[in-house]
């Protein structure tokens, strides 16, 4: 005998398709849910890395602008030195130069003529003195004119003054020190 079915067989594989749909799409949802959780993982990860990466290349490039900026100062230092070593060899060079120049300068007084303040500059000597006559002031000019370590004398003023005497004077005067050139110079122009 043939059976027929009269339940709703239809609804029920509706209801199963529907749950069977359900399930798929809750375990879709759960896998996609997943993937995302993943991957903000990772990219979390990387960016950490990343970050710890960064921190360790600034606290270096810190540590090379400290050393950079020391090693500027030891620079700055270094020339300040140098710039010293340099006044002090001008000086201890120059030395032995000041002595032949008061030297020359006392060779050129006459005789009647008393010196009685100099003032040394770089590349002049301003004299001032008394003199028993005006032509010991001449024979000092001319004496400071013909020496090695003077040129161009130039006197700024004589004054009478009866303290030297009926002819004495006061007088002021000025004169270029000559200072050899130096031996690269000499070199340089042949």
Not at 1 to 17: G, H, K, Q, V
Request: hydrophobic share 40%; net charge neutral.
């Amino acid at each position: 005998m043939t059976t027929i079915n009269l339940l709703p067989w239809r609804e029920e594989a509706r209801e199963l398709e529907r749950k069977a749909f359900l399930g798929k799409l809750i375990a879709s949802a759960l896998c996609g849910f997943a993937l995302v959780l993943l991957w903000v993982f990772l990219a979390q990860n990387q960016l950490d890395n990343q970050n710890s990466r960064n921190s360790y290349l600034k606290s270096n490039i810190a540590e090379m602008d400290k050393k950079v900026a020391e090693i500027s100062q030891l620079k700055n230092k270094k020339q300040e030195m140098l710039s010293r070593m340099k006044v002090i060899q001008d000086l201890q060079g120059n030395r032995s130069e000041i002595v032949k120049i008061f030297d020359e300068l006392v060779r050129a007084v006459p005789d009647g003529t008393y010196l009685g303040s100099l003032e040394l500059s770089e590349a002049t000597v301003k004299v001032s003195g008394y003199s028993e006559s005006n032509s010991r002031i001449s024979t000092l000019m001319r004496n400071l004119d013909m020496s090695h370590k003077y040129a161009n004398s130039n006197l700024t003023r004589v004054q009478h003054d009866a303290r030297m005497g009926e002819q004495g004077s006061v007088f002021d005067l000025q004169v270029e020190i000559e200072r050899p050139a130096p031996a690269g110079a000499e070199k340089s122009l042949q």
